[in-house]
């Protein structure tokens, strides 16, 4: 995923590059973009790739279980990542992830609607059954703060299972609201990949993002926005190696780089 997209020519540079999942931000932030703008990103990346012959695609809200919550968060989530890979099986265009932080539901849902938004990301402090009232399948972020252990973290995504649609680590910084660069402790994350499919995110750069992917197995997709940029901006140059570096050292070694799907989203 790459994530903090403000402009078209950003977008296309993803597109172009490969990646699976292209991150919009509607919350209060240096990367936010109006709703204007993003549906012009999304029309120009729908049109790029009907150009390129590649397919539309989308991704179905999950049924939720009775009563909301999953017994079995392993169960939920994995069959959350199969209907996920099964909207990205190749040729496809990117899926657009819009992403809000503690906003009105309303909000989010009229700004979906308005933009052609795929897919909802929650990166505050929703209660847990927040998707549950959203229109779209929701992916919810589980801050990862300075000395949890892999128990503390299952306890966070236990709280989301029957209601989010997928799972993003992202490390938390005290006074920050998202967007810190800084990454977590990739071994814990590791740890967890073995029980759950998850997203990670966090420093992650196109000279460290093949590194987090060997050490974190499996590693089913990581997510980049300030590794992205130089000066501020969306460096095309580093979208391209971000996404090939990811997707190489996901691929099992002799692996062809296509037509195979690939299992690591970026």
């Known amino acids: ?10 977008a296309l540079a993803a597109a172009d590059a490969g990646a699976d999942l292209l991150g919009l931000i509607f919350a209060p932030s240096k990367r936010q973009v109006d709703a204007s703008a993003a549906a012009a990103i999304v029309t120009a990346v729908k ?53 809000f932080q503690d906003q009105p539901v309303d909000f989010i ?10 897919i909802v990301q929650l990166h505050g402090n929703e209660p847990a059954d927040t998707p549950s009232k959203l229109h779209l399948p929701a992916a919810r972020v589980v801050h990862i703060e300075e000395g949890m252990t892999a128990d503390d973290i299952r306890r966070q995504i236990a709280l989301h299972a029957g209601y989010a649609a997928a799972l993003l680590l992202d490390s938390k910084v005290a006074g920050a609201r998202g967007g810190t660069g800084k990454a977590f402790d990739w071994a814990v994350a590791a740890e967890l990949a073995r029980e759950y499919p998850f997203l990670v995110a966090g420093g992650l750069r196109p000279d460290n993002v093949a590194q987090a992917v060997s050490a974190i197995e499996p590693c089913w997709g990581v997510d980049a926005s300030s590794g992205l940029e130089t000066g501020g901006a969306k460096d095309p140059a580093k979208i391209q190696a971000f996404v090939a570096e990811a997707k190489a050292a996901a691929r099992p070694a002799g692996a062809a780089a296509v037509p195979a799907p690939l299992p690591t989203a970026a």
């Open 47 to 99: 049109r790029r790739a009907a150009d390129q012959g590649k397919a539309d695609t989308s991704l179905a809200k999950p049924e939720a279980p009775p009563g909301g919550a999953a017994a079995d968060p392993a169960a939920w989530f994995g069959k959350c990542r199969a209907a996920l890979d099964a909207a990205l099986p190749g040729n496809t265009r990117p899926l657009i992830v819009g992403v």
């Open 109 to 118: 849902n009229e700004t979906a609607a308005a933009v052609g938004l795929d």
């Open 1 to 10: 995923k790459t994530c903090g997209i403000k402009d078209t020519e950003a």
